[in-house]
């Protein structure tokens, strides 16, 4: 097992890679919301998929992106369903109570929009890192009900998986974080890349 994980130095790397390409989603997010957004340097660690923990996300969502070209496997964004509820409402313009929000096809489109944005353009900054066209799926979001039931359909195959955590701040409107999780062969292929 031990084999399997990451040096230090592998480690910044993942972060370096990670911070470039959200870096870059950034400037996408506030062209969209017309707020400052800023997503600053990423935690990078390494656990075990039997110990993994959405912490003070919950209740989260999950947004997971498909890389269709350039690299195989997919990146599973985690937000806090409440920070959902704040961009969504930015992007329509209204407020809606907490008690009033769900995720309808609406809202999960506004969602999937917002990430397709930012993705797009951390794909584009991953591509020019890498070296090669990196492309994305378009964007799915659903509804972390259960912690097990995310692990087994994400990481079916348990082991260990990396977790980058991000703090993300929208201009009066949101200081929170969210999380990017990845399979070791995904972050593996990203090193190969660097």
């Known amino acids: 097992m031990e084999k399997k994980l990451f040096s230090p ?78 961009i969504v409402d930015i992007l329509m313009g209204a ?16 969602v999937c929009e917002v990430m397709n944005q930012m993705m797009g353009a951390a794909s584009t900054a991953m591509s020019d890192f890498l070296n090669r066209m990196v492309n994305i799926s378009t964007p799915q979001a659903f509804e972390i009900q259960s912690l097990d039931e995310f692990v087994r359909e994400y990481f079916p195959s348990g082991g260990t998986m990396v977790v980058v955590r991000f703090q993300l701040s929208i201009e009066n409107a949101v200081e929170s974080e969210f999380m990017s999780a990845l399979s070791m062969d995904l972050a593996r292929e990203l090193l190969e890349g660097f």
């Open 9 to 86: 130095m592998e480690i910044d790397a993942i972060g370096e890679m990670m911070n470039i390409s959200l870096g870059s989603s950034a400037t996408a997010v506030s062209n969209m919301l017309d707020h400052r957004v800023d997503i600053t340097t990423p935690q990078v660690t390494v656990v075990d998929v039997a110990n993994f923990s959405i912490g003070n996300l919950e209740p989260a969502m999950g947004v997971e992106i498909k890389y269709v070209e350039g690299l195989e496997g997919s990146n599973i964004m985690l937000l806090r369903r409440s920070d959902i509820k704040v």
């Open 95 to 110: 407020e809606t109570p907490d008690e009033e929000f769900e995720l309808n096809e609406l809202t999960v489109s506004a």
